[in-house]
C-alpha cells in the first residue's frame, strides 16, 4: 500500500509557471513507476506524465509539449510536476498515481492515486 498526496496547486497566468508536488507514505515507494493525470471538468482523466522506478525514462504526453518535466527524488518519497510555459488549456484537477512496475498511459495500469490538486491558468 501507498498513500499520496499531491500539492503546489494554484492560480497562475498564461506563460507562467508551477510546479507539483506528490509525496507517498510508505517505504515502497521506489517499487512503484509514477505518473501525473489531469481531469478537466466534464472531461476524461488524461495521462500527462510517466516516470519509471529510476529516473532513466519519462513519458508525456503530445499536449504538454516538451514544457512539462516528471521527476521523483526516490530518497524523500516525492515525485515532482514541473510545469512551464502554462496556458489556460493546462487547467484541471492535477492526479499523481504509482503504478506496479512500468510506466504506463492508462488509469487501470495505476494502483494508487492521489486526491488531486486543482491548477487553474488565466489569460
Known amino acids: 500500500q501507498v498513500q499520496l498526496v499531491e500539492s503546489g496547486g494554484g492560480l497562475v497566468q498564461a506563460g507562467g509557471s508551477l510546479r507539483l508536488s506528490c509525496a507517498a507514505s510508505?517505504?515502497?515507494?521506489?517499487?512503484?513507476?509514477m505518473g501525473w493525470f489531469r481531469q478537466a471538468p466534464g472531461k476524461e482523466r488524461e495521462f500527462v506524465a510517466g516516470?519509471?522506478?529510476?529516473?532513466?525514462?519519462?513519458d508525456y504526453a503530445d499536449s504538454v509539449k516538451g514544457r512539462f518535466t516528471i521527476s521523483r527524488d526516490n530518497g524523500k518519497n516525492t515525485v515532482y510536476l514541473q510545469m512551464n510555459s502554462l496556458n489556460p488549456e493546462d487547467t484541471a484537477v492535477y492526479y499523481c498515481?504509482?503504478?506496479?512496475?512500468?510506466?504506463?498511459?492508462?488509469?487501470?495500469?495505476?494502483?494508487?492515486w492521489g486526491q488531486g490538486t486543482q491548477v487553474t491558468v488565466s489569460s
Open positions: 498515481a504509482a503504478a506496479g512496475l512500468l510506466v504506463a498511459r492508462t488509469e487501470s495500469d495505476y494502483d494508487y
Open positions: 516516470i519509471s522506478r529510476s529516473v532513466y525514462y519519462t
Open positions: 510508505g517505504r515502497t515507494f521506489s517499487s512503484y513507476a
